[in-house]
């Protein structure tokens, strides 16, 4: 298994551009989410997803969008990019046994807005 | 999920045993503790979590005292390669899924 894959690793975005941050999971995990991570910094959660179909926001979904077609991909999407979010995103996964699921994390994608 | 506060940063030699303390004093019965940690550029691996009797792994071991109110997580013999930023979670169990709050946790730097 490649675990949680994301593309790409790293990214230069101009103020106003848009794109979306690549997530997929080959361990056929119900819940996946997307942190953020600011130099120094904990991670905050921006959005998560239960399952196909099904996401919701998390503590920093301002500026983000995502959807959720397939069990396996959940990407993210940054329409009008801004210096703040200048940031490492990491994307994760884990299944649903009673609440106790541990995340499995991806490598991050590296994203400076210039 | 209630706060935890860990000790900025922490030194180990090499070979030693490094215990990374966590004060949960806030934390609710139904509250479980994590501990993740994030090697540099990486992204965060899970270690260990329990509830309220102490855990042991392949990676570690995870003390919780009898009131919860802390834990110790257990490196039993650290190697440079467990030099990383390691972070103490409560979280509870049942509906809370993806509720996962990282604070700022503790540089660990295991030295030779």
């Known amino acids: 298994n490649a675990g949680v894959t994301q593309t790409p690793k790293f990214r230069i975005l101009k103020i106003g551009q848009s794109m979306t941050l690549q997530c997929t999971q080959d361990?056929?995990?119900?819940?996946m989410y997307w942190y953020r991570q600011d130099p120094g910094m904990g991670l905050k959660l921006i959005y998560y997803s239960v399952g196909a179909g099904i996401t919701d926001k998390g503590e920093v979904p301002n500026g983000y969008n995502v959807s959720r077609s397939t069990t396996e991909d959940f990407p993210l999407r940054l329409e009008l990019a801004a210096p703040s979010q200048t940031s490492v995103y990491f994307c994760?996964?884990?299944?649903?046994?009673?609440?106790?699921?541990?995340?499995?994390f991806g490598p991050g994608t590296r994203l400076l807005v210039l | 999920d209630a706060k935890t506060t860990q000790p900025p940063s922490m030194d180990c030699a090499e070979g030693r045993a490094a215990n990374l303390p966590c004060n949960h004093s806030?934390?609710?019965?139904?509250?479980?503790v994590y501990w993740y940690r994030q090697i540099h550029s990486q992204g965060p691996q899970y270690i260990i979590h329990g509830l309220k009797n102490n855990e042991t792994n392949e990676m570690a071991s995870l003390i919780i005292t009898e009131d919860r109110k802390s834990s110790t997580l257990i490196l039993p013999h650290a190697t440079l390669r467990d030099t990383a930023v390691y972070y103490c979670i409560d979280r509870a169990g049942g509906t809370s899924y993806g509720k996962l709050t990282f604070g700022q946790g503790t540089i660990l730097t295991v030295h030779p």
């Open positions: 994760a996964s884990s299944s649903a046994m009673g609440g106790l699921e541990t995340q499995y």
């Open positions: 806030t934390i609710s019965g139904n509250e479980y």
């Open positions: 361990m056929n995990h119900n819940y």
